[in-house]
């Protein structure tokens, strides 16, 4: 058997023994597994820890490598104007798609008995310790990015970093591949001066990719322990329970975009077959779906994308590790979804402008969302407090924040779905760009972007 299809194999063959081990040994309804479980805490030492050590150094010296290899800053900015175009593109479309159906199926339109019961586990729920999210909720607002303004002066800031290894410590991605992309255009002018340098960093790829495929056969034992801790903490019994409704509607946008919209993006400018394209990236949507975070999926994801599904070396450096950052078109899907469903739940409509406010600003929201597990439920405070201004406007009550609290026993599930989304619109991106800048020996295919490519 090919090394390839062994460790999808493995790895198919880890999801489901973690769930089956998950649902038939570790969960229990009268006392949820903690969330220090040894489950979830084996995990993170075989998986997580090993992954997340890579990210920040293979996201520097990818993107050094790829800006150094594309070379003149004129066709780096046709690259990146064309990678935020289709970042941004896919992303409105996924929230506005998450909004029209959540707007026509409304699932929030409960009994008023069992909204009332979930409204007051709410509180309990959202202000619980071990979920943490109050806290980061109250440092959202002490930093004043609780609003949209505030949450676009983070981003600046972030672009416009005083400490590269600052924020290189704290995993801050956006201030390293700001800087990244200008000491590559430094080297890609310095030179024969600079030859030596940008071959270190060609090198240093190298050995960190080995490091990546190493890594990656821990993936089988690592997505069983961490899906088993999920679906023992929270049970498969969720998706029939009194959120069955919001949960399918999650799955079927996240579904239909991630199925029929970036598959037929794909098609249209590339007349490549998409599914194709989607089981050459298996084993990163797989480890996407066991790890639930896009960044430490970064490694495997390009890997996939050069090894595999025949991406540009210069585009996967580029165009990935700026996706797993900026690009979140499954957590933008959710968080229109989310957001509405809450109204809904708590019998406050919405108009069209609010339909808007929320169609805007969760796609703006999704772009500062962290690639970490569950970074949506943060940045969801955004849209809330725009949704809520914009209703304070027509003298309508807001709605709390802590109605977070409603969907936080159900959100890791549903974060794994749409962080496959989110790593597989990333690989659609790679594959769009690659006819942009093609790799030396590569031939640049006629259709699609490929004019685009012969025009700059």
């Not at 806290?135 to 949450?151: P, V, Y």
Request: hydrophobic share 55%.
């Amino acid at each position: 058997m090919h090394r390839a299809h062994l460790l999808t194999g493995l790895i198919l063959a880890g999801l489901i023994a973690g769930a089956l081990f998950g649902q038939f040994v570790l969960f229990d309804p009268a006392t949820p597994i903690a969330v220090d479980h040894w489950t979830r805490i084996a995990g993170d030492l075989v998986l997580i820890r090993p992954l997340t050590l890579l990210i920040v150094p293979l996201i520097f010296v990818s993107v050094i490598s790829g800006v150094t290899s594309i070379g003149s800053p004129q066709r780096l900015g046709v690259v990146g104007g064309c990678t935020l175009l289709y970042y941004f593109g896919t992303m409105f479309l996924a929230v506005s798609l998450g909004t029209a159906l959540v707007s026509t199926v409304r699932p929030g339109d409960l009994p008023a008995e069992l909204s009332s019961q979930l409204s007051a586990e709410a509180s309990r729920s959202f202000a619980a310790p071990e979920q943490g999210l109050a806290s980061k909720i109250e440092r959202t607002r002490a930093q004043r990015q609780d609003h949209l303004g505030g949450a676009w002066l983070n981003i600046l800031r972030q672009l416009v970093p005083r400490n590269v290894i600052d924020d290189m410590a704290n995993g801050r991605s956006l201030g390293v591949i700001a800087f990244a992309i200008l000491l590559g255009l430094a080297l890609a002018a310095g030179g024969e001066g600079a030859r030596p340098a940008i071959e270190l960093f060609s090198s240093l790829f190298t050995a960190l990719m080995t490091l990546v495929l190493w890594v990656i056969w821990l993936c089988p034992l690592g997505v069983f322990f961490l899906v088993a801790w999920t679906v023992g903490r929270i049970g498969l019994a969720a998706l029939v329970g009194p959120l069955s409704s919001y949960m399918l509607l999650v799955i079927a946008g996240l579904a239909v975009h991630g199925l029929v919209v970036l598959p037929a993006i794909l098609w249209w400018l590339r007349r490549e077959n998409p599914y194709r394209f989607m089981w050459q990236m298996r084993k990163a949507l797989l480890t996407a779906f066991g790890t639930d975070s896009s960044a430490a999926t970064l490694p495997v994801t390009i890997e996939s994308a050069q090894s595999e599904g025949g991406c540009s070396r210069r585009a996967a450096h580029f165009v990935l590790p700026l996706g797993a950052t900026i690009n979140m078109d499954g957590t933008a899907l959710y968080e229109a979804v989310a957001v509405v469903f809450l109204f809904q739940l708590h019998g406050i409509e919405l108009g069209t402008g609010e339909l808007l406010v929320v169609v805007v600003t969760a796609t703006l929201a999704a772009v500062g969302a962290a690639g970490i597990p569950s970074a949506g439920l943060v940045t969801m405070v955004i849209v809330i407090t725009a949704v809520n201004a914009s209703l304070a406007g027509r003298g309508i009550a807001a709605l709390p924040v802590s109605a977070i609290g409603v969907i936080i026993g159900v959100d890791r599930i549903l974060d794994m779905c749409r962080t496959v989304v989110n790593v597989w619109g990333d690989a659609v991106g790679a594959k769009l760009i690659s006819p942009l800048v093609p790799d030396p020996a590569e031939r640049i295919p006629a259709a699609g972007l490929s004019s685009a490519a012969e025009s700059s």
